[in-house]
């Protein structure tokens, strides 16, 4: 039986970015230093097979820190935690190596210094989100405001003589964030911000680079967690630019063959916490299905590198 012809655009940059690559070194070099187990609060990145495999090297995962025992190592996530976490952790002289992502730190700094100067800051996040819930820990509660929408910029409310400042999460879809922006910016002409995008290398490159696929394809696929923001805007991207439908999946098992009917060509992503062997997992598994022929289309190279924490040089 002849196979149906199916052509496959891989976007490029796709997958694992320096914060993520950074966080999950950290873990397994722990684990060389100081012997199993090394716990790890929260997830490291949002990723079950990242996790999984850690804990076979002898990671233990958990919620909070008062789970882990004090004489054992503690990593804190990519996404950064409040300044009340590694407080406690030393409180407790316990060894915590931060595994939060320089981009993600670069935007605690920042809303320090606009406060030092007796600003606002108006966080545009996602309420909930670890790296939300760790910026605004790093001031004082009531420092900060939390935006989600433009619908959101409408309802604030400060005293004229207020000064004001805005961070944003650094995995936010860029073409939303500039909306809300925009209104934030018209609202309150005197808003200060950073003198660099918060939103991170890593996010635009892979939101640029789903553009170009999605505008060339039928159906598109992001691999990557379903708590993974960069993920899901990634999937936004790909239906509002190339009118299509797309999917968010964490494995090949998660594939509905009948998303194929009528399709000819699939574009596939991988958010920032999907390592590409999930990647070739669903291309194989096309290609056991249909006639494949595989294209990879790269609108920009990255080769940032992030250094480990000086605890695991020593």
């Given at each position: 039986?002849?196979?149906?012809?199916?052509?496959?655009?891989l976007?490029?940059?796709?997958?694992?970015?320096?914060?993520?690559?950074?966080?999950?070194?950290?873990?397994?070099?722990?684990?060389?230093?100081?012997?199993?187990?090394?716990?790890?609060?929260?997830?490291?990145?949002?990723?079950?097979?990242?996790?999984?495999?850690?804990?076979?090297?002898?990671?233990?995962?958990v919620?909070?820190?008062?789970?882990?025992?004090?004489?054992?190592?503690?990593?804190?996530?990519?996404?950064?935690v409040?300044?009340?976490?590694?407080?406690?952790?030393?409180?407790?002289?316990?060894?915590?190596?931060?595994a939060?992502?320089?981009?993600?730190?670069?935007?605690?700094?920042?809303?320090?210094?606009?406060?030092?100067?007796?600003?606002?800051?108006?966080?545009?996040?996602?309420?909930?989100?670890?790296?939300?819930?760790?910026?605004?820990?790093?001031?004082?509660?009531?420092?900060?405001?939390?935006?989600?929408?433009?619908?959101?910029?409408?309802?604030?409310?400060?005293?004229?003589?207020?000064?004001?400042?805005?961070?944003t999460?650094?995995?936010?879809?860029?073409?939303?964030?500039?909306?809300?922006?925009?209104?934030l910016?018209?609202?309150?002409?005197?808003?200060?911000?950073?003198?660099?995008?918060?939103?991170?290398?890593?996010?635009t490159?892979?939101?640029?680079?789903?553009?170009?696929?999605?505008?060339?394809?039928?159906?598109?696929?992001?691999?990557?967690?379903?708590?993974?923001?960069?993920?899901?805007?990634?999937v936004?991207?790909?239906?509002?630019?190339?009118?299509?439908?797309?999917?968010?999946?964490?494995?090949?098992?998660?594939?509905?063959?009948?998303?194929?009917?009528?399709?000819?060509?699939?574009?596939?992503?991988?958010?920032?916490?999907?390592?590409?062997?999930?990647?070739?997992?669903?291309?194989?598994?096309?290609?056991?299905?249909?006639?494949?022929?595989?294209?990879?289309?790269?609108?920009?190279?990255?080769?940032?590198?992030?250094?480990?924490?000086?605890?695991?040089?020593?």
């Open positions: 039986m002849t196979k149906q012809k199916l052509e496959i655009v976007a490029g940059p796709r997958g694992f970015c320096a914060g993520v690559d950074r966080a999950i070194l950290i873990v397994e070099e722990a684990l060389k230093k100081f012997g199993a187990p090394v716990y790890v609060r929260h997830e490291i990145v949002h990723n079950r097979y990242v996790v999984e495999s850690l804990e076979n090297k002898g990671a233990i995962f919620d909070e820190l008062d789970e882990c025992p004090a004489d054992r190592p503690v990593v804190f996530s990519a996404h950064g409040p300044k009340s976490v590694p407080a406690a952790a030393e409180k407790r002289q316990m060894i915590y190596l931060d939060t992502c320089p981009l993600v730190s670069k935007v605690h700094r920042g809303a320090e210094r606009h406060f030092e100067k007796g600003r606002h800051i108006i966080l545009i996040g996602h309420a909930g989100h670890p790296e939300v819930i760790g910026t605004m820990g790093q001031l004082d509660e009531g420092a900060m405001t939390l935006v989600e929408t433009v619908e959101d910029v409408e309802k604030l409310n400060f005293p004229e003589d207020q000064e004001l400042a805005y961070a999460q650094t995995t936010l879809s860029v073409d939303e964030t500039k909306d809300i922006l925009a209104a910016q018209a609202k309150f002409p005197q808003l200060q911000g950073p003198k660099r995008e918060d939103i991170c290398y890593a996010t490159n892979r939101q640029a680079a789903m553009k170009a696929v999605a505008e060339d394809v039928d159906l598109a696929f992001i691999i990557g967690a379903p708590n993974s923001s960069n993920s899901k805007r990634l936004d991207v790909a239906k509002q630019t190339g009118d299509i439908p797309a999917y968010l999946i964490q494995r090949a098992s998660e594939i509905d063959w009948s998303w194929f009917d009528g399709i000819g060509k699939l574009g596939i992503s991988a958010g920032a916490s999907a390592p590409e062997i999930l990647v070739e997992e669903v291309i194989e598994a096309c290609r056991e299905k249909f006639d494949l022929t595989v294209f990879h289309k790269v609108t920009a190279e990255e080769n940032i590198e992030f250094k480990l924490p000086r605890l695991l040089k020593d």
